[in-house]
Each structure stands twice: as structure tokens, then as C-alpha cells.
T-cell receptor, first 107, second 113 residues
Framework: QKEVEQNSGPLSVPEGAIASLNCTYS??????FFWYRQYSGKSPELIMS????GDKEDGRFTAQLNKASQYVSLLIRDSQPSDSATYLC???????FGIGRKLQVIP | DTEVTQTPKHLVMGMTNKKSLKCEQH?????MYWYKQKAKKPPELMFV???????INESVPSRFSPECPNSSLLNLHLHALQPEDSALYLC????????????FGQGTRLTVV
């Protein structure tokens, strides 16, 4: 079992819709969870961090963490074409990234 | 300021060359990382330095040699690389190791010919 599992197939959503990205992890000792956005040819950019169970909102972004079920998710409300990128979840005990999921927002 | 600076941005080197990648941060972070990223793959951890000491080496071949001269600088020395080592090399730093937010530099695009 991979340490961090993330759906790898591309996700297409219409402009203005909610995009939902999910990640599961195997190490129950993991304490910190991060979502990065990576535009093609660029480096990852941190967009959300979450450390405790529940929701954390920042603008159009909401991170959700459920340690009992070992999953972390990212919701992007009112998706914009500029949100089109690959989204990577990162789980820290040992700095491991999920495979990333490419989001395309269709105008 | 969440800036991590990497130089050079692009590097082409032959298999017999020796070159170095440099990374610098002035955020007072005490952990620094090297990642390797191939196209359409996530970043893959190579090394972690914590308080200027190597804390994680992910079984990286010895042709890659990290160095942390001080808390602000991180180098990656390259020698006798193979074409399959061509990738984007990313440096990151965080306040502490492991459980704190890591910020990435813009990367060095390395091509081995």
C-alpha cells in the first residue's frame, strides 16, 4: 500500500462549480497535511495546511481532515480557469506526496 | 517573505561533468530538503537536513552528494550523472523538520547529455 493515495485521473469541472480532491494515507502517526498546487513547469506552491480533524477554510479553499478514516480533502468553490493545475497532497511524518491530480476548469 | 532561491534555473551537463545546485533561504528555517521531480510525477524526496545535519537520505545514489554549509544554504553536488537523472530538482525549507509547512524554490531543470 502506498503511503499516500490520490486519484490520479484528470478532473474537469465547469467554471463556478465546486472541485473536490481527495487523498488517503496509511500512516496513522501522520500529524500534518498539506495541499500544494503546481502549474505546469513550475514548482509546488503551498495553498493549505491542516493539522486537526475538521474543516479549515481560506477564501475559496476548504481543507478537510478525518484522522479516523485517514483521509484529507480539498474543496475549491467557485472554480476559476486559473485554478487549472495539478494538486498534490502531502502528508508529513516523512514528507510524502500523493501522485497529484490535474484539475481543469472549463470556462 | 516565503522565498527559497535556487540557482541555476537550467543546467545542461555531460555525464563526466561535476556541477553543483545551490539553494538559499533567509526565513530562519531549520530544515531544508532536496526533491527530484520527473515529468507528470510527484516530487520525490531525496535528502532532508535538520539543524544542518543530514537526517534523511532516501537511498539516493552516491553520484548525488548534499551539503549544508550553514542554516541558510543547501547544495547538491552532482558527479557522473546518467541521462535518466534529468529532472526538475526542487529545494524546500520549513521552520522545523517534518510537521511544518514547507516552501519550495523554483527548481533547477537539469538535463544530462
Amino acid at each position: 500500500q502506498k503511503e499516500v493515495e490520490q486519484n490520479s485521473g484528470p478532473l474537469s469541472v465547469p467554471e463556478g462549480a465546486i472541485a473536490s480532491l481527495n487523498c488517503t494515507y496509511s500512516d496513522r502517526g501522520s500529524q500534518s497535511f498539506f495541499w500544494y498546487r503546481q502549474y505546469s513547469g513550475k514548482s509546488p506552491e503551498l495553498i493549505m495546511s491542516i493539522y486537526s480533524n475538521g474543516d479549515k477554510e481560506d477564501g475559496r479553499f476548504t481543507a478537510q481532515l478525518n484522522k479516523a478514516s485517514q483521509y484529507v480533502s480539498l474543496l475549491i468553490r467557485d472554480s476559476q480557469p486559473s485554478d487549472s493545475a495539478t494538486y498534490l497532497c502531502a502528508v508529513y511524518q516523512k514528507v510524502t506526496f500523493g501522485i497529484g491530480r490535474k484539475l481543469q476548469v472549463i470556462p | 517573505d516565503t522565498e527559497v532561491t535556487q540557482t541555476p534555473k537550467h543546467l545542461v551537463m555531460g555525464m563526466t561533468n561535476k556541477k553543483s545546485l545551490k539553494c538559499e533561504q533567509h526565513m530562519g528555517h531549520r530544515a531544508m530538503y532536496w526533491y527530484k521531480q520527473k515529468a507528470k510525477k510527484p516530487p520525490e524526496l531525496m535528502f532532508v537536513y535538520s539543524y544542518e545535519k543530514l537526517s534523511i537520505n532516501e537511498s539516493v545514489p552516491s553520484r548525488f552528494s548534499p551539503e549544508c554549509p550553514n542554516s541558510s544554504l543547501l547544495n547538491l553536488h552532482l558527479h557522473a550523472l546518467q541521462p535518466e537523472d534529468s529532472a526538475l530538482y526542487l529545494c524546500a525549507s520549513s521552520q522545523e523538520g517534518g510537521n511544518t509547512e514547507a516552501f519550495f524554490g523554483q527548481g533547477t531543470r537539469l538535463t544530462v547529455v
